[in-house]
Each structure stands twice: as C-alpha cells, then as structure tokens.
C-alpha cells in the first residue's frame, strides 16, 4: 500500500530551467512533507520540507508548495544546474507518528 | 557533527548466512531508524528506536531479522539465514527530539549469492 507516490520515474531538463517534480499521498492524517535528494552509492539527504499549514516554503533555488485538497506536493528548482542530477524522494508523516513514508523517487536529469 | 556512519558499506554473502550491519548515529540524536531499499524503490521502514526502547517494527521485518540499540547509542541489525530478496540497501537514519527531519547515513549494501 503506497502512500506516497511519484508518478514520474525519470525527468530531463536543461540547465538554467525550471525543474518540476510531483507527488501526490493518500492518507490525509498526513501533516508535514519532506523531500530529500539522492547521490549513487550515498544515503538521502534532506532537502526541504513543508508543514500542513502552510502552502508554500522556499528556499534558495528550491520551492515546495503544498496542496492540501488535491493531497499533492511539488518541488520546483529553478534555474536547474547540472549539480541537481540525483533521485529526489518525497516523504510524508503524520502528527505524533514516527514513521516516515517515502516515494518511490524520481530521477532527475540536467542536461548542461 | 560527525553525520551517521554506518559499516560496512558492502557486503556480500551467500544465502543461509548470517550478516550484521551496525549504525553509529549522530550523538544527541535519540531516535533510530532502519530503512530498506530496492531498486526502483523508496526506502520502506523497517524498524525504530527511541533511546534503547524498540517502539516500532513494519512487518516486513521477517523473524529472521533482529534490531538492537544497547544503551541507546549505536545500532544493530543481523540478518539470519539471508535469502536472495533480502539484497538491498540498508539504511539508518536518526533523529534528534523534536525535529521532524531523518538524517540517513551513506547505506549498507548488501548482496546474497
């Protein structure tokens, strides 16, 4: 039983754009997001996160925004640098849980 | 902040072994986390502990599998009698109290021959 899904395995865009990755939860107990950010041969590192009250965090290049009714999350980098090629992961809890459940990850490609 | 290590980075056994990794985490850090991950996948949520106390364990945890954190500090998890679809990645995270972010370390790899 997933519940978080990334729908996008992969993903290329060139340098200098916008990147978009997409992710969407299924249990509305659900109340804060992470992404985190994945080199081969490395363990995730956290990226950005998110609380369900809010809609919007940013940081740097990196956005999250938060879409509660749809139960959808995005993370838009901008401009995209070759740097930002890894597997980025999305994760969610839930208030007063201790788990952490993770997409299954989308690959991100920046073509210089 | 040394960062969560963990050892050994690779290993590789036959089926019916036995395998131990161990995860040393960051100090003030009082919760530990196991996570698997296959290819393809996320990392899913084997097990956690809060100091020594083993709160929480998924059921992918088959009985052949054994976590432990003695004194609350570093952690174990043996693995008996490995098959070949326990080859994965094996990662620790902590967590210190009051932070709602995972810090992973780099994985153990594991491969069954």
């Known amino acids: 039983d997933q519940q978080v899904k990334q729908n996008s395995p992969s993903l290329s865009v060139q340098e200098g754009r916008i990147s978009i990755l997409n992710c969407d939860y299924t249990n509305s107990m659900f109340d804060y997001f992470l992404w985190y950010k994945k080199y081969p041969a490395e363990g995730p590192t956290f990226l950005i996160s998110?609380?369900?009250?809010?809609d919007k965090n940013e940081d740097g290049r990196f956005t999250v925004f938060l879409n509660k009714s749809a139960k959808h999350l995005s993370l838009h980098i901008v401009p995209s640098q070759p740097g930002d090629s890894a597997v980025y992961f999305c994760?969610?809890?839930?208030?007063?849980?201790?788990?952490?459940?993770f997409g299954t990850g989308t690959s991100l490609t920046v073509i210089p | 902040d040394t960062g969560v290590s963990q050892n050994p980075r690779h290993k590789i056994t036959k089926r019916g072994q036995n395998v131990t990794f161990r995860c040393d985490p960051i100090s003030e850090h009082n919760r530990l986390y196991w996570y698997r991950q296959t290819l393809g996948q996320g990392p899913e949520f084997l097990t956690y502990?809060?100091?020594?106390?083993?709160?929480?364990k998924s059921r992918l945890l088959s009985d052949r599998f054994s976590a432990e954190r003695p004194k609350g500090s570093f952690s174990t998890l043996e693995i008996q009698r490995t098959e070949q679809g326990d080859s994965a990645m094996y990662l620790c995270a902590s967590r210190r109290w009051g932070a709602n972010v995972l810090t992973f370390g780099a994985g153990s790899r594991l491969t069954v021959l």
């Open positions: 502990f809060q100091n020594e106390a083993q709160l929480e």
């Open positions: 998110i609380s369900s009250i809010k």
């Open positions: 994760a969610a809890s839930a208030l007063g849980g201790n788990q952490f459940y």
